[in-house]
């Protein structure tokens, strides 16, 4: 379960999780804004807020390596800005229900990427996406709302195993061996797949928390 | 030029206070979504994080008292939500403009209505307020697209002035004189009056700083 070979380089690495970052930042503020109550728009202004803080511990890698912010992100802002669209759900609880999943999933494969990253890096970006998303609010919301709505919860069932292959491929597009000029080896194959495996399995642990069959 | 006397309760305030920054943050949040670079988009997430971070720290206030956010904001969020929607103009600039006049307008405000706070919160809530809002970028932004735009620059113009307007009527309504049971009396007037030709002083410094006619 070594992928530390397949790590991208350091500024790939950093301009498209700072941009995750920044895409996560934005689809919380959409639910921040389209909040039905005041006290889960207070708690989801506070996920908003860890999102953005954790893009800006991004930025501040990138400014501190002497790269320019926008130009590193760049790259990938088609291919995130497509996957928001595609994940922003038809409604207030599928949104959340991608802020969630996509975050934890997506912040899940960032911090594994990083132990590809030099010692002067890695550990400390880790750190940096390790910390709390402040997601707890996010959890109680869909909970709450898939306990007392058994139509609603098959409808976001559904939905979160949309979310998985979506947000899965945008894992494996940034990984290097995703270079479609090259294709992958079957070896980079093999390393990367119980990645993965580990990536849903977690991915599984937060549908079944919030009730739902993954 | 005292209005100390004028200050509303601590509870009031603070409640007013908090949700205002909450709405600028969800203004510029929108301002971010839709931010026509990637350059602009990531200096105007870091003007949406001061705000939050303004936001929290007024929330951190309100349950340092042990009060609830949510109820404290809730008396307010008809009137802020009311003028967020009146000032969302009509397009990105006009938005801009918005965040950056009010946000100007409204935190000069609250920090001299803070005079009149007990001396346990007054001075650290006037501290809060008067952080840097990271607006640098949106004042840059919005002077060279009006340089370079002629049209833009008199639509803007007129765009500010009605905003003033709205915006002096929000902090209008913060003051305990304006309670319409009770109806200003002359002498409150009297105070007041001073006050609001400052901020409107500020207001048109802001204006000329952009190379617009307030």
């Not at 926008?70 to 790259?75: I, L, V």
């Not at 999943?101 to 890096?121: K, M, Q, T, V």
């Not at 940096?128 to 959890?139: A, I, Q, R, Y």
């Given at each position: 379960?070594?992928?530390?070979?397949?790590?991208?380089?350091?500024?790939?690495?950093?301009?498209q999780a700072?941009y995750c970052e920044?895409g996560?930042?934005?689809?919380?503020?959409?639910?921040?804004?389209?909040?039905?109550?005041?006290?889960?728009?207070?708690?989801?202004?506070?996920?908003?807020?860890?999102?953005?803080?954790?893009?800006?511990?991004?930025?501040?890698?990138?400014?501190?390596?002497?790269?320019?912010?926008?130009?590193?992100?760049?790259?990938?802002?088609?291919?995130l800005?497509?996957?928001?669209?595609?994940?922003?759900?038809?409604?207030?609880?599928?949104?959340?229900?991608?802020?969630?999943?996509?975050?934890?999933?997506l912040?899940?494969?960032?911090?594994?990427?990083?132990?590809?990253?030099?010692?002067?890096?890695?550990?400390?970006?880790?750190?940096?996406?390790?910390?709390?998303?402040?997601?707890?609010?996010?959890?109680?919301?869909?909970?709450?709302?898939?306990?007392?709505?058994?139509?609603?919860?098959?409808?976001?069932?559904?939905?979160?195993?949309?979310?998985?292959?979506?947000?899965?491929?945008?894992?494996?597009?940034?990984?290097?061996?995703?270079?479609?000029?090259?294709?992958?080896?079957?070896?980079?194959?093999?390393?990367?797949?119980?990645?993965?495996?580990?990536?849903?399995?977690?991915?599984?642990?937060?549908?079944?928390?919030?009730?739902?069959?993954?």
């Amino acid at each position: 379960m070594d992928i530390s070979s397949l790590a991208p380089d350091v500024q790939h690495f950093l301009g498209q999780a700072a941009y995750c970052e920044l895409g996560e930042f934005e689809a919380l503020a959409r639910a921040v804004a389209t909040s039905p109550n005041l006290a889960v728009k207070e708690g989801l202004s506070a996920a908003a807020g860890r999102a953005l803080s954790k893009h800006h511990g991004l930025i501040t890698e990138i400014r501190r390596r002497g790269h320019e912010p926008a130009t590193e992100m760049a790259p990938f802002v088609a291919n995130l800005d497509e996957f928001r669209r595609k994940t922003s759900g038809a409604d207030w609880h599928e949104l959340l229900l991608s802020c969630y999943l996509a975050s934890g999933l997506l912040e899940d494969f960032f911090i594994r990427l990083s132990d590809g990253l030099p010692r002067d890096i890695g550990p400390r970006v880790a750190q940096l996406l390790g910390e709390d998303s402040g997601t707890d609010v996010l959890v109680h919301e869909l909970q709450t709302a898939i306990e007392n709505d058994l139509a609603l919860g098959s409808r976001l069932a559904m939905w979160g195993r949309r979310l998985v292959g979506d947000t899965l491929l945008v894992a494996r597009s940034a990984m290097p061996a995703a270079d479609p000029e090259v294709g992958p080896g079957t070896a980079t194959e093999a390393r990367i797949e119980p990645v993965f495996t580990e990536l849903i399995a977690a991915h599984t642990r937060r549908m079944d928390g919030l009730g739902l069959t993954a």
